[in-house]
T-cell receptor, first 115, second 113 residues
Framework: NAGVTQTPKFQVLKTGQSMTLQCAQDMNHEYMSWYRQDPGMGLRLIHYSVGAGITDQGEVPNGYNVSRSTTEDFPLRLLSAAPSQTSVYFC??????????????FGPGTRLTVL | AQSVTQLDSQVPVFEEAPVELRCNYSSSVSVYLFWYVQYPNQGLQLLLKYLSGSTLVKGINGFEAEFNKSQTSFHLRKPSVHISDTAEYFCAVNILTGNQFYFGTGTSLTVIP
């Protein structure tokens, strides 16, 4: 299993540009989440999904959209990039609690810089 | 609401010395507790977790943590650190009936030769 994969690893955008961060998992996990990591602030939840077709907002959802058309994929869209979105983005997945609770598995991250 | 506090943002310690990284949480309901480690330029990986049972939990790389319900704490310990333990450590909480994980702000452990 590849686990949780994220692309790209690095990205530089100009203010106002849009882009999609890709996340995929091959573990058949129901739950998937997007976090951003900023110095001194730990990980903050952007959006999450409990299954295909179901998404919900986390702590810092503004400026981001998500969709979950398949179990495997959970892309994160930046609609109009702003310098405040410069961060490291992590995707994570975990199985449904009914299958035996487990921890979250994290992808390697995407480092995004918005100029 | 749930919150996680890691009081120490940076912890320098000499090689082979013991270390304790502190984590306190606030929750009105029962929780699951986790410690994750992040090596430079990498993602997070699980060190250990407390779900139920024994309050002393052993994890990978010689780390252990003790769940103290009365003090709402889940401190991470290692009796003798190595250079390779230099990393960022995150405490996280998940309530038993919820989906979200709540992370602390992290503790940067630096092991000095």
């Amino acid at each position: 299993n590849a686990g949780v994969t994220q692309t790209p690893k690095f990205q530089v955008l100009k203010t106002g540009q849009s882009m999609t961060l890709q996340c995929a998992q091959d573990m058949n996990h129901e739950y998937m989440s997007w976090y951003r990591q900023d110095p001194g602030m730990g990980l903050r939840l952007i959006h999450y999904s409990v299954g295909a077709g179901i998404t919900d907002q986390g702590e810092v959802p503004n400026g981001y959209n998500v969709s979950r058309s398949t179990t495997e994929d959970f892309p994160l869209r930046l609609l109009s990039a702003a310098p405040s979105q410069t961060s490291v983005y992590f995707c994570a997945s975990r199985p449904h609690r009914d299958r035996g609770f487990n921890e979250q598995f994290f992808g390697p991250g995407t480092r995004l810089t918005v100029l | 609401a749930q919150s996680v506090t890691q009081l120490d943002s940076q912890v320098p310690v000499f090689e082979e010395a013991p270390v304790e990284l502190r984590c306190n949480y606030s929750s009105s309901v029962s929780v699951y507790l986790f410690w994750y480690v992040q090596y430079p330029n990498q993602g997070l990986q699980l060190l250990l977790k407390y779900l139920s049972g024994s309050t002393l939990v052993k994890g990978i790389n010689g780390f252990e943590a003790e769940f103290n319900k009365s003090q709402t704490s889940f401190h991470l310990r290692k009796p003798s650190v190595h250079i390779s333990d230099t990393a960022e450590y995150f405490c996280a909480v998940n309530i038993l009936t919820g989906n979200q994980f709540y992370f602390g702000t992290g503790t940067s452990l630096t092991v000095i030769p």
